[in-house]
């Protein structure tokens, strides 16, 4: 007898990343803190492995009269000056297509409802092969298949095997959904050249001349770029989309505000004809209204404040941390490349991702937790989550997992 619907996924969900953070808790629990070393954290830590949670941001937050906290927004699609200072903050006036925004709870809200509202159940989602697990999760719950794309061709984007993949789904039905995650690409940290961008969209114009296309940008860690303001340069080649092509970019407050429980993010939809926009936003706006039906007042309020009153500090405390965090990569690279630990292409961001076959991930997984070295499994590779190790904890790390790799 089923409680459930039919076609859902029953199999319980073992969320892989929290199973390993309570190990990493557990051992240092049990063995001290500076025996362990943590490499699962996907947040921004300090020096003295605490969780940044920016000044700026968080007295802004505390600021704010309690009712401003306590009430509803004044949309379920979101705040209007919310809206608009995500647009400008976002864009830049690096974009003249037509533009909504819709709040959504977290960048996850924005990438749910592309997947939720764009597919039918048994279509198929386009994904990287190496990605963040809950895309194909997301998929999963849709009763939607996915198809994985190469990242990698050497070290640049494999747009063959992106092409050949949109190529095969073509076959199968009348739209494409695609998910690219960049830049500061989780977890392996690479970003698409502009070139790349370029090639992308001419390919998914083509595509676009016998099929629909969707294309969801994942920005999550956009605003720790090491390139800042000039990482969002790109967003002009979006404007080289044709008619039958929609953009939705996938924005969350969690990484840029370092507010990861507020959940507050927004989906911005770019196209180049309006009426594109109003049939995603009218279908985006009743699933919204469906699913979550308000977005944290909150967090939306302060956000605003931020950008209109504390814009200088928020950029002086985020610089200080973007600088920290390519120390921190600088130095595992530099390490690592002169023991020969393999790793993927890396640019930026929060993860260096090491790379092999799954057979030997899961063994050498399991040595390095014997030897109270934490970090995550996904496909293809080991990731390392340097946004949380101190320069302390990383100084050594790569010749150490060298070491043990070799033991294998």
């Not at 770019?270 to 007042?297: C, G, H, M, P």
């Not at 995550?376 to 050594?396: F, H, P, W, Y």
Request: proline share 2%; with cysteine; glycine share 4%.
């Amino acid at each position: 007898m089923n409680f459930v619907k039919d076609s859902v996924n029953q199999e319980p969900i073992v969320d892989t990343v929290f199973v390993i953070v309570d190990a990493a808790k557990k051992a240092k629990e049990k063995f001290g803190e500076d025996a362990v070393v943590d490499a699962t954290i996907g947040s921004l830590y300090d020096e003295e492995g605490r969780l940044v949670a920016l000044p700026s941001v968080f007295e802004s937050l505390k600021n704010l009269d309690n009712r401003v906290l306590a009430k509803y927004a004044a949309s379920f699609t979101g705040n209007p000056d919310f809206k608009d200072h995500v647009k400008k903050w976002v864009l830049q006036d690096h974009s003249s297509l037509y533009t909504d925004v819709i709040a959504t709870p977290g960048g996850t809200g924005a990438v749910g409802m592309v997947v939720n509202e764009c597919l039918d159940p048994g279509q198929t989602l386009i994904i990287p092969e190496i990605a963040w697990g809950s895309y194909a999760l997301m998929a999963q719950m849709n009763n939607v298949d996915v198809a994985r794309y190469h990242l990698f061709d050497g070290d640049r984007f494999d747009l063959d095997s992106f092409k050949k993949t949109c190529e095969e789904v073509m076959k199968k039905q009348d739209r494409l959904v695609i998910i690219i995650n960049d830049p500061c690409h989780n977890p392996t940290g690479y970003s698409l050249s502009r070139k790349e961008w370029s090639d992308v969209i001419e390919f998914l114009n083509v595509c676009s001349q016998t099929h629909s296309v969707v294309l969801l940008n994942d920005i999550a860690y956009i605003d720790y770029s090491y390139r800042q303001e000039k990482a969002k340069e790109y967003f002009e080649v979006f404007d080289q989309i044709s008619d039958n092509v929609v953009v939705v970019i996938a924005f969350s407050l969690s990484k840029s505000m370092t507010s990861y429980g507020l959940r507050c993010g927004a989906a911005l939809l770019l196209a180049k004809k309006e009426e594109a926009i109003d049939q995603v936003k009218t279908v985006f706006e009743k699933d919204a209204r469906a699913t979550w039906s308000n977005i944290n007042n909150g967090a939306m309020a302060m956000f605003v404040d931020v950008m209109d009153h504390r814009l200088e500090d928020y950029e002086k405390e985020k610089a200080y941390y973007v600088d920290l965090l390519k120390k921190r990569s600088d130095l595992f690279l530099k390490e690592a490349n002169e023991v020969g630990l393999a790793h993927y292409p890396y640019k930026e961001g929060f993860f260096v991702t090491l790379s092999m076959d799954n057979d030997l991930r899961d063994r050498f997984h399991q040595a390095l937790m014997d030897e109270h070295i934490y970090t995550v499994k996904v496909n293809q590779g080991i990731r390392v989550a340097i946004c949380s190790l101190s320069l302390e904890k990383t100084k050594g790390l790569a010749k150490r997992m060298k070491e043990i790799l070799n033991t294998i």
